[in-house]
T-cell receptor
Framework: SQQGEEDPQALSIQEGENATMNCSYKTSINNLQWYRQNSGRGLVHLILIRSNEREKHSGRLRVTLDTSKKSSSLLITASRAADTASYFC????????????FGKGTHLIIQP | EAQVTQNPRYLITVTGKKLTVTCSQNMNHEYMSWYRQDPGLGLRQIYYSMNVEVTDKGDVPEGYKVSRKEKRNFPLILESPSPNQTSLYFCASSLKPAGQTYEQYFGPGTRLTVT
């Protein structure tokens, strides 16, 4: 079953603009991860934020976490054409099983 | 170079013909996992392995088998493939189980078509 759900499903912006995508999840978490997937390729880990953190930065990426609302956001500043990809949030699967559960992703298109 | 490799990358096969997709990692990771990715459904976990000889079912294990005889390898076996197993498959590994704060490293994917 899916834990995280990203919003919007698709986003198209001009190069240089900022892109924001959101993730909502259902159960309590220890941490939340964001991954990027270029078309048809494997996912690449971007950033992990722990449940006791509210904000984290990595280069042009900024992730926030609001555990009271069970939501996270990923902000990409000064977007580039190379940022065109799908972005997924992931949390730990529940029910005693291990592994990550992913949302369906936000497809980001950066227009040159 | 640290990586997860999968073979084959592309496979077209017929219903019922047994196949194996191999997965290997060179990072001495304990945890390995298989996912399938389908349009509109996102990634779903098939099986995972916490360590050698330790495997468990994910969300969609039906029709698949796995084994973990060596730490570096985690093959995915389809004993009798069916068209509904047409999908993009990813192998992933992490240093420790994914429930802990460890990122997962993904292979490049295997695109399987079953006719």
């Amino acid at each position: 079953s899916q834990q995280g759900e990203e919003d919007p499903q698709a986003l198209s912006i001009q190069e240089g603009e900022n892109a924001t995508m959101n993730c909502s999840y259902k159960t309590s978490i220890n941490n939340l991860q964001w991954y990027r997937q270029n078309s048809g390729r494997g996912l690449v880990h971007l950033i992990l934020i722990r449940s006791n953190e509210r904000e984290k930065h990595s280069g042009r990426l900024r992730v926030t976490l609001d555990t009271s609302k069970k939501s996270s956001s990923l902000l990409i500043t000064a977007s580039r054409a190379a940022d065109t990809a799908s972005y997924f949030c992931a949390t730990r699967r529940g029910g005693g099983a291990d592994g990550l559960t992913f949302g369906k992703g936000t497809h980001l298109i950066i227009q040159p | 170079e640290a990586q997860v490799t999968q073979n084959p990358r592309y496979l077209i096969t017929v219903t019922g013909k047994k196949l194996t997709v191999t997965c290997s990692q060179n990072m001495n990771h304990e945890y390995m996992s298989w996912y399938r990715q389908d349009p509109g459904l996102g990634l779903r976990q098939i099986y995972y392995s916490m360590n050698v000889e330790v495997t468990d079912k994910g969300d969609v294990p039906e029709g698949y088998k796995v084994s973990r005889k060596e730490k570096r390898n985690f093959p995915l076996i389809l004993e009798s493939p069916s068209p509904n197993q047409t999908s993009l498959y990813f192998c992933a590994s992490s240093l420790k189980p994914a429930g802990q704060t460890y990122e997962q490293y993904f292979g490049p994917g295997t695109r399987l078509t079953v006719t």
